[in-house]
């Protein structure tokens, strides 16, 4: 896997971010990129990730920029402290892929980086090295993260989880122990870590596999659990299991989000649970290409009390919300907020499950097939979209057929019956993305499950295909 730079920042193989390429890009997001009172600078809990945080903060400070060093914590935490220093930032992280790989992810004072910022990152890479100057300073902030966890007590109140039994799923989340923290701080009747691993584990939060699904059945049935929480290993994907271990979609956790904070524009990809659109809970829905930049755009754009969320359960705050204390905005990937919304209205509802049963009857599902070799993916989609009998096949072998056709990231077909099956290539790795919706949760699993066999069976016939040539 070849470095990329893109919507998740810049990402490769951590034999391949060398110092040199590193330097570069921070470089390049310095010269290119507002900085305002210098750089925070944080990193997940990946061996690699330290040594690679050393390489940006010396980057930096030989460019003449102060750096504040966080530690590891979550890039929301990283996030919120950079905004409140009119600061920028810089993550190292990986997110979800496997530990043998690694990245950046670039922040300027008001949240993440633009499309415009990636471009004007890319265009400053060639420019010459500046002369060697003595470093500026490096001070440290160990507190960022708790004032992460701060800025939601404040906002839900301490009692907000009185009575409930929570289970933390901590594997290798760099938020792990924040979690820990903010659930006994919110009042939880009992909270119970679960799983915490000293290596590193990749953990999508928007394709759970069917053992980790398991397990999670397992633990809550053991330890009576009325919910279990987790993130990915940066902690921007929140994970959420009802008392009977079902796990809730990230797209559903953003529309009870939204609806809990009192958003009136919501913003979210094609990819996300069309549930959202259902009823008259929001003025409007804005529909936007798979990418946190995407959603930010859009949100700018619309103003007021917008919100954006994606369909892995990130949540983005536009506004400046009132629960029972203050909520400022902080628009950019969260996985807390969407955690302890619904938490926080579960034993009114009569339980997480009970709460979640009201959102309109739409489910989606979303895995990928990983290793895909480089440039079959979007191959695959660009002929099945060149050819539509090539996609109208593909779904035939579902039992399905195509009423329309979207194509704003990726084939996204609205069936006859009403399900969605939506495919696009990965745009930070070797993967293709499946997504579909369906009006239970078993039709939407059956479905994605036969539908990443058919995806096989046709990259398996393309690589055939390109042997014989």
């Given at each position: 896997?070849?470095?990329?730079?893109?919507?998740?920042?810049?990402?490769?193989?951590?034999?391949?971010?060398?110092?040199?390429?590193?330097?570069?890009?921070?470089?390049?997001?310095l010269r290119a990129c507002p900085?305002?009172?210098?750089?925070?600078?944080?990193?997940?809990?990946?061996?690699?990730?330290?040594?690679?945080?050393?390489?940006?903060?010396?980057?930096?400070?030989?460019?003449g920029v102060p750096v504040t060093d966080c530690g590891a914590l979550p890039t929301p935490a990283l996030a919120l402290a950079a905004r409140r220093a009119g600061a920028r930032a810089v993550m190292v992280t990986g997110s979800h892929i496997p530990a043998d790989r690694n990245g950046l992810k670039f922040y300027g004072p008001g949240g993440e980086i633009s499309k415009a910022d990636e471009a004007a990152i890319l265009s400053r890479l060639g420019e010459p090295l500046p002369p060697w100057a003595a470093p500026a300073p490096l001070a440290r902030d160990a507190?960022?993260?708790?004032?992460?966890?701060?800025?939601?007590?404040?906002?839900?109140g301490p009692e907000a989880l009185a009575g409930l039994r929570i289970g933390v799923w901590s594997h290798s989340a760099v938020s792990r122990d924040l979690l820990l923290a903010a659930l006994r701080a919110l009042g939880a009747a009992a909270v119970v870590e679960l799983g915490r691993s000293t290596a590193f584990i990749p953990v999508d939060t928007e394709a759970v596999p069917e053992g980790v699904r398991a397990r999670i059945r397992a633990w809550t049935a053991e330890h009576r659990l009325d919910a279990l929480i987790s993130t990915d290993g940066d902690g921007d994907r929140p994970l959420l299991a009802d008392a009977c271990g079902q796990i809730v979609p990230g797209d559903l956790l953003g529309q009870i989000t939204a609806a809990r904070v009192g958003a009136e524009t919501v913003v979210t990809p094609v990819s996300s649970n069309t549930g959202v659109e259902a009823g008259e809970r929001f003025r409007r829905v804005i529909r936007t290409r798979i990418g946190s930049p995407f959603v930010i755009a859009a949100m700018e754009e619309a103003g007021g009390r917008s919100v954006g969320y994606?369909?892995?359960?990130?949540?983005?705050?536009?506004?400046?919300?009132?629960?029972?204390?203050?909520l400022p905005q902080l628009p950019t990937r969260d996985s807390l907020l969407p955690?302890?919304?619904?938490?926080?209205?579960?034993?009114?509802?009569?339980?997480?499950?009970?709460?979640?049963?009201?959102?309109?009857?739409?489910?989606?599902?979303?895995?990928?097939?990983?290793?895909?070799?480089?440039?079959?993916?979007?191959?695959?989609?660009?002929?099945?979209?060149?050819?539509?009998?090539?996609?109208?096949?593909?779904?035939?072998?579902l039992g399905e057929e195509i009423r329309s056709l979207d194509r704003t990231d990726g084939l996204r077909a609205t069936c006859a019956s009403g399900r969605i099956v939506h495919i696009r290539p990965s745009g930070n790795a070797p993967e293709m993305r499946l997504y579909v919706e369906a009006e239970t949760p078993g039709a939407a699993r059956d479905l994605l499950e036969r539908g990443l066999r058919e995806l096989e069976l046709a990259l398996m016939r393309m690589t055939l295909e390109t042997r014989s040539e």
């Open positions: 896997m070849a470095p990329r730079f893109g919507t998740s920042g810049l990402r490769g193989l951590v034999t391949e971010l060398t110092p040199d390429l590193v330097s570069a890009y921070v470089r390049a997001f900085h305002g009172s210098g750089l925070y600078l944080g990193h997940d809990l990946r061996p690699s990730s330290p040594a690679l945080a050393g390489v940006v903060a010396e980057a930096a400070r030989h460019a507190r960022a993260g708790e004032a992460w966890v701060r800025r939601y007590v404040t906002a839900f994606e369909a892995n359960g990130g949540f983005l705050l536009g506004f400046d919300a009132h629960l029972e204390g203050p955690l302890l919304a619904p938490l926080s209205l579960a034993q009114a509802a009569g339980g997480l499950a009970a709460l979640v049963e009201r959102e309109p009857a739409r489910f989606t599902a979303a895995d990928r097939l990983e290793e895909v070799p480089d440039g079959r993916a979007p191959a695959l989609v660009a002929e099945f979209g060149a050819s539509p009998e090539g996609f109208s096949g593909f779904l035939a072998a």
